[in-house]
C-alpha cells in the first residue's frame, strides 16, 4: 500500500475542508484573544474569574462536540451513499439533544454560579466575579450550542465556509461591545467583567440568526427544514446511540477531566490559572490547522468508506495521519516562536506569572505534537471508521488514570513547580497517541456502520 494518496481531487477535497474550518478556528481564537487582552487589564483576578467562569461554557462546548461528533460518523458514511432523508433525521435527532443538555447548563449558571465557581477556586472575589458573568452570559448556552452543532454537522458534508462568516461577526460584534462596556466608553456604563459577558452573549445571538438562516434557506446539500424536526425517527435511534454514545461518553469524560485539570491549576494559586489561560489563547492559535485537518479527516476518511472503497480509505487515512505529524511539528515551532510574542501584549502581568508562562509555553511545544496526532487519528481517523468505543476507552484511560490524579498528588499533595504538574496534567495525550497509532495502523477500526 502507498503511503501517500497521489490524487489531486483528494488534496482539493482536504484543502477545501481543513482551510475554512482553519479560519473559523483563528477568528474563534481571535474572540479568545480580544477577550483576554482587555480582561487581563482590569488584572489578574479579572482575569481568572472569567477563565474559571468559562469552565463552564467549556463544558458545554464539549458535550456539543460530542453530540455533533457522533451524528457526523453517520452523516459522512451516508452522505457518501447519498440518502439524504436518514441525514435529515439525523441532524433533528442531534438538535433536540443538544438543546436538552444545554438547558441543564443554563441552570448551573443561574442558580448554582457560586457554587459552580466555588469547585475551581476558594477566593471569595473571584467566586463573585467569575458568578456575576455566569448569570450574564448563562442565557446565551442555547443559542451556541444550537449554532454549534448545525455549523459542525454541515462540515459532514464539505460545508464550511459558512463557519468562517458566523464566527468573523461573532469576533466583530464581541470586540466592539467589550469595548464600549469593559471599559465604559461612548459614555456607556463601566462594567468590566459583566460588559464582557454581555458582549459574548450579544455575539452568540448573531451566530445563532446567521447559521440559522443559512440552514434553512441556502443549504442546498441536505436541505434541513423544520418539519424534520416532528418525526419521532426511532428506527434511527439505534444506530444513533450506538455511534453517538461513545463519543458523548469520550467527550464528557474529557470535559470533565479537562475540568480536573483546572481545579489542579485554580487551587494552585491565581499566578497558575492567569498564566494558563494566555497558554490556552497561543495552543489554540497553533492548533487551528490541527483542527481542521483532523475535521477534515473524519469527513473524507468517513465519506469514503460509505462508497465501499476500503482500500482507498486505508490509504487516505495513513496520508492524513503523516500530514498530522508534519503539522504537529510546525505547530511546536510556533509556539516556541509565538510565546514570547503573546507575553509582551500583557502589561499587567506579575513576575511570577511570566515566569510561569515561559515555562508551561516549552512544555507546550513538546505536547502539541502529540496533540496533532492525536486530533487527527483519533478524533478524524478512527471515529470516521466507527470506532469510537475505542476512543472513548483510550481516551478515558490515560486522562482519569494517569493524568488527573498524577495531578492532584503532585500538584495540590507534593507541591510540585508548576510546570512539572502542567506537563503531569497534559501527559494522556502523550500515552493515547502511542497507543491509538497502533490501532490505526492495523485497520482493525474500518468498517461500514451505516449496514444494519
Not at 477535497?13 to 478556528?25: C, G
Not at 506569572?353 to 478512527?382: D, H, N, P, R, Y
Not at 499533595?413 to 493515547?432: R, T
Request: charged share 10%.
Amino acid at each position: 500500500m502507498k503511503l501517500f494518496v497521489k490524487d489531486k481531487e483528494f488534496y482539493k477535497m482536504l484543502l477545501m475542508i481543513a482551510i475554512p474550518i482553519a479560519l473559523q478556528n483563528l477568528v474563534t481564537v481571535m474572540v479568545s484573544m480580544m477577550d483576554t487582552l482587555m480582561i487581563g487589564q482590569l488584572g489578574e483576578i479579572q482575569l481568572s474569574a472569567t477563565s474559571i467562569a468559562n469552565q463552564l461554557w467549556f463544558m458545554l462546548m464539549i458535550c456539543c462536540f460530542g453530540i455533533a461528533g457522533g451524528a457526523n460518523v453517520l452523516l459522512a458514511q451516508y452522505w457518501g451513499k447519498g440518502d439524504l432523508p436518514v441525514m435529515r433525521r439525523i441532524q433533528a435527532i442531534t438538535f433536540k439533544v443538544t438543546f436538552a443538555i444545554s438547558l441543564l447548563f443554563v441552570l448551573v449558571s443561574q442558580a448554582f454560579p457560586q457554587q459552580f465557581m466555588g469547585i475551581f477556586t476558594p477566593d471569595p472575589e473571584t467566586i463573585a466575579l467569575g458568578a456575576s458573568y455566569l448569570r450574564i452570559v448563562g442565557w446565551s448556552y442555547p443559542l451556541y450550542a444550537l449554532a454549534n452543532a448545525a455549523i459542525m454537522m454541515l462540515r459532514s458534508v464539505g460545508t464550511v465556509n459558512i463557519s468562517v462568516i458566523v464566527y468573523l461577526v461573532s469576533l466583530i460584534v464581541n470586540t466592539c461591545v467589550n469595548y464600549v462596556l469593559i471599559f465604559g466608553h461612548f459614555g456607556a456604563p463601566r462594567m468590566e467583567i459583566r460588559g464582557a459577558a454581555v458582549g459574548t452573549a450579544l455575539s452568540r445571538c448573531f451566530e445563532f440568526g446567521i447559521t440559522m438562516v443559512f440552514l434553512l434557506s441556502k443549504e442546498k446539500k441536505i436541505r434541513f427544514s423544520l418539519k424534520d424536526l416532528l418525526p419521532n425517527n426511532r428506527d434511527l435511534y439505534r444506530k444513533y446511540i450506538a455511534q453517538s454514545v461513545p463519543v458523548i461518553g469520550n467527550e464528557a469524560m474529557w470535559g470533565i477531566g479537562a475540568s480536573m485539570v483546572a481545579v489542579v491549576i485554580g487551587r494552585m494559586g491565581t499566578n497558575f490559572v492567569a498564566a494558563n489561560s494566555i497558554y490556552t489563547v497561543l495552543n489554540q492559535l497553533v492548533t487551528v490547522l490541527i483542527f481542521g485537518v483532523g475535521n477534515a479527516a473524519l469527513t473524507i476518511v468517513g465519506n469514503t468508506i460509505g462508497t465501499g472503497n476500503y482500500e482507498l480509505a486505508k490509504q487516505r487515512a495513513l496520508t492524513l495521519y503523516i500530514l498530522g505529524a508534519g503539522i504537529g511539528i510546525l505547530a511546536g515551532g510556533l509556539t516556541l516562536g509565538l510565546g514570547p510574542v503573546l507575553i509582551r501584549f500583557y502589561q499587567n502581568l506579575t513576575p511570577e506569572t511570566v515566569e510561569i508562562l515561559e515555562k508551561i509555553i516549552l512544555v507546550g511545544a513538546v505536547i502539541v505534537f502529540f496533540q496533532a496526532l492525536a486530533v487527527v487519528g483519533m478524533v478524524g481517523v478512527l471515529r470516521a471508521g466507527g470506532d469510537s468505543r475505542f476512543v472513548f476507552i483510550c481516551e478515558a484511560s490515560f486522562l482519569w488514570g494517569v493524568a488527573v490524579p498524577l495531578g492532584f498528588l503532585t500538584g495540590l499533595v507534593l507541591g510540585w513547580p508548576a510546570p512539572v504538574v502542567f506537563f503531569i496534567l497534559k501527559s494522556d495525550e502523550v500515552l493515547k497517541t502511542m497507543v491509538s497509532t497502533v490501532r490505526i495502523l492495523r485497520f482493525r477500526w474500518l468498517r461500514d456502520i451505516t449496514v444494519s
